[in-house]
């Protein structure tokens, strides 16, 4: 995936009531404010002064032209934008990249299913049976090299592994693919500390033949690629 134009450096001043991000830019010193995309807590991706991209929107009737992109943490650049994990894993997907899922036909996006809610991406056709994936972001890190899902209470993440479940007592295939967009982490967990009732969801949907995968990214200021798989540790 690559970004439309280039991105813009700047410096965080802080990021408040989830949606917005206060920044100074690099280039004139102003001080804007973005969309930050991320309906996470962000633990550790928000220390005031770290340095960040963000990109800029034509669109007239934009409130806020700007979006938070990227930040610099642990010496590593990280995506923070949870629009796009969805469009990762399927060019992921259509590219190859996650063997387990390969073979599938034809690619739905947001395909309405369980109770008032929309799959992902929904693989149809091919040498499987219909195969329901949802996609979560993933940016926490708490030990190198160690990724953690969720970085915040996620009621809505319990209830589609409840839904995926669902789907698998119907006779088809569920898998979850978590998107770690960082490139200094192999290794993926549960953070049962931060969501217990979210592991344990996870725990009786794999029981209930719920599949698992985690891939990795590179990050840069033109582009995010899925370049690898990231080991599950639960």
């Given amino acids: ?36 995309a991320n309906p996470g807590s962000m633990l550790g991706l928000k220390e005031p002064g770290s340095k960040v991209w963000v990109s800029q929107s034509d669109k007239p009737k934009r409130k806020l032209k700007y979006s938070f992109e990227i930040i610099e943490a642990d010496g590593a650049l990280v995506g923070i934008n949870t629009a796009y994990p969805n469009k990762l894993v399927e060019e992921a997907l259509v590219a190859g990249k996650i063997s387990e899922l390969n073979g599938f036909e034809t690619l739905r996006r947001e395909v309405k ?34 990724a953690e899902f969720p970085d915040s209470v996620t009621a809505r993440g319990a209830k589609h592994l409840g839904e995926l479940a669902d789907m698998v007592a119907e006779g088809h295939r569920a898998a979850m693919v978590f ?20 592991a344990a969801a996870f725990a009786a949907a794999k029981a209930a033949g719920v599949e698992a995968y985690a891939v990795g990214c590179s990050v840069t200021p033109e582009a995010i690629e899925v370049n690898r798989t990231v080991a599950l540790e639960f």
Wanted: hydrophobic share 35%; glycine share 6%.
């Fill in 113 to 146: 299913y369980g109770k008032n809610s929309r799959i992902d991406l929904l693989l149809e056709g091919g040498e499987h049976s219909t195969t329901y994936v949802e996609v979560k972001n993933v940016h926490l890190m708490r030990q190198a090299g160690l």
């Fill in 1 to 36: 995936m690559k970004f439309p134009a280039p991105l813009k450096t700047g410096h965080l001043v802080k990021r408040y009531k989830r949606f917005l991000a206060d920044i100074v830019l690099d280039e004139t010193g102003e001080e804007i404010t973005a969309h930050c």
């Fill in 179 to 198: 998107m770690v967009q960082r490139p200094d982490c192999d290794r993926l967990s549960l953070a049962s500390d931060i969501d217990p009732n979210y």
